[in-house]
């Protein structure tokens, strides 16, 4: 069966390190992965999106990496703030006229 | 530009009672998503719509239907609301098309509790 994985566990880490986030999936062949940020109460909000065949992509203090042998994507968040804690969902999407597919998301904390 | 807004914010529905949410979006998207999110279940697809006119099902339609008569609305509804029914419901609309690679933009979310 098809499975995206999520880290269910809360990270917690102080502010300054990098938080790095893990997304693995079965079952899948996903050409595009995206990464989303989601408040408490409020609707998720696109941040990146990675394609089958990029190895990495960069935005301001966020990274993605995309390994399709491994299937696996890892999120970092450099130099974090408290500001970033949140939870983070990966999504999957196989192209075509695919939907996105979520993960549970993993929940962040970023203390002082 | 407002988004993506849901109509209403929250609302308390009894057994067997029917409701509708409205979806609307001001960013000319094709495509339109009814999502629920429920505690350890991440967000699961109900139905979508690839364009006016258009509804297709998603990975738990059952006990919903959709409309997309205007490009800019997108309709859920619940003919007999059932106590499984409680989550918050999530819209969300895109550009569209196949072989793109297309981000989705969510509205706030609408809390719904059926007792």
């Known amino acids: 069966s098809q499975k995206i994985e999520q880290n269910s566990e809360a990270l917690n880490i102080q502010e300054g390190k990098t938080a790095t986030l893990t997304c693995n999936y079965t079952?899948?062949?996903?050409?595009?992965l995206q990464w989303y940020r989601q408040d408490p109460g409020r609707g998720p909000v696109f941040l990146l999106l990675i394609r089958e065949n990029e190895k990495e992509k960069r935005k301001e203090r966020l990274k993605v990496t995309f390994d399709t042998t491994l299937k696996q994507s890892l999120f970092h968040i450099t130099a974090s703030q408290p500001a970033d804690s949140a939870t983070y969902l990966c999504a999957l999407d196989e192209g075509g006229y695919s939907t996105l597919t979520f993960g549970k998301g993993t929940m962040l904390l970023v203390s002082p | 530009n407002a988004g993506v807004t849901q109509t209403p914010k929250f609302r308390v529905l009894k057994t067997g009672q029917s409701m509708t949410l409205l979806c609307a979006q001001d960013?000319?998207?094709?495509?339109m998503y009814w999502y629920r999110q429920d505690p350890g279940m991440g967000l699961r697809l109900i139905h979508y719509s690839v364009g006016e006119g258009t509804t297709a099902k998603g990975e738990v339609p059952d006990g919903y239907n959709v409309s997309r008569l205007k490009k800019q609305n997108f309709l859920l509804g619940l003919e007999s609301a059932a106590p499984s029914q409680t989550s918050v419901y999530f819209c969300?609309?895109?550009?569209?098309?196949?072989?793109?690679?297309?981000?989705?933009?969510f509205g706030p979310g609408t809390r719904l509790t059926v007792l």
């Open positions: 079952n899948y062949s996903p050409a595009y």
């Open positions: 969300a609309s895109s550009y569209g098309g196949t072989g793109v690679a297309d981000t989705q933009y």
């Open positions: 960013m000319n998207h094709e495509y």
